[in-house]
């Protein structure tokens, strides 16, 4: 089966940077997704990684290396309704089973 | 609007009272699939659909049916509802399962309640 870590709670400041790190095992990995989250309401994806090396969208960045079975999720410019739940989710079963971790609940403070 | 649609939205019910949760996409995706959120557990998947009349169990099948039987419906069947299936439930579709990588579009959502 695929396991996934990420941290449960991250707490920064409005305007900081921070990170969200996700480490996984798996078989048959082919990418890395992320989602965010508020208080229950829909996930909405933000990002895939099928190779190494970081992607940028704007604030949110995010980066995978395949070798090391990890990735992390990049917020830059943090502002208050970055407050949310984020989701790592790994790829697997020929490209038609997405897992997801726990989730990282980030907390923006003033 | 491209969309998910889940009903219902909120659902009281009581143990062995079969159910059924609809969901219906309207952006002629090809791959859905049922996901339940517990509180520390995340998103788990229940069952998932490739493309008409193609199923497959997630990890979490036990106690779900599921039937696609148009392209765009992908209903969630409890026979025999029990407490340990409160939970929110999410319905998610995607192109395909490869065709957009990773990139699933979800429902707002179905909480359940049984007692």
């Not at chain 1, 990420?6 to 900081?16: D, R, W």
């Not at chain 1, 989250?37 to 996930?43: C, E, I, L, T």
Request: aromatic share 12%.
């Amino acid at each position: 089966g695929q396991s996934l870590e990420q941290p449960s709670e991250v707490t920064a400041v409005e305007g900081a940077i921070v990170q969200i790190n996700c480490t996984y095992q798996t078989s048959g990995f082919y990418g890395l997704s992320w989602y965010q989250q508020h208080d229950g309401g829909a996930p909405t994806f933000l990002s895939y990684n099928a190779l190494d090396g970081l992607e940028e969208t704007g604030r949110f960045s995010s980066f995978l290396s395949r070798s090391d079975s990890y990735g992390y999720l990049l917020l830059q410019e943090l502002q208050m309704k970055d407050s949310a739940s984020y989701f790592c989710a790994v790829l697997t079963g020929g490209g038609n089973k997405l897992t997801f971790g726990t989730g990282t609940q980030l907390k923006v403070e003033l | 609007e491209a969309q998910v649609t889940q009903n219902p939205r909120y659902l009281i019910t009581v143990t062995g009272k079969k159910l059924t949760v609809t969901c219906s996409q309207n952006m002629n995706h090809e791959y859905m699939s049922w996901y339940r959120q517990d509180p520390g557990l995340g998103l788990r998947q229940i069952y998932y659909s490739m493309n008409v009349e193609v199923t497959d169990k997630g990890d979490v099948p036990e106690g779900y049916k599921v039937s696609r039987k148009e392209k765009r419906n992908f209903p969630l069947i409890l026979e025999s509802p029990s407490p340990n299936q409160t939970s929110l439930y999410f319905c998610a579709s995607s192109l395909s399962g490869t065709g957009a990588p990773g990139e699933l579009f979800f429902g707002e959502g179905s909480r359940l309640t049984v007692l």
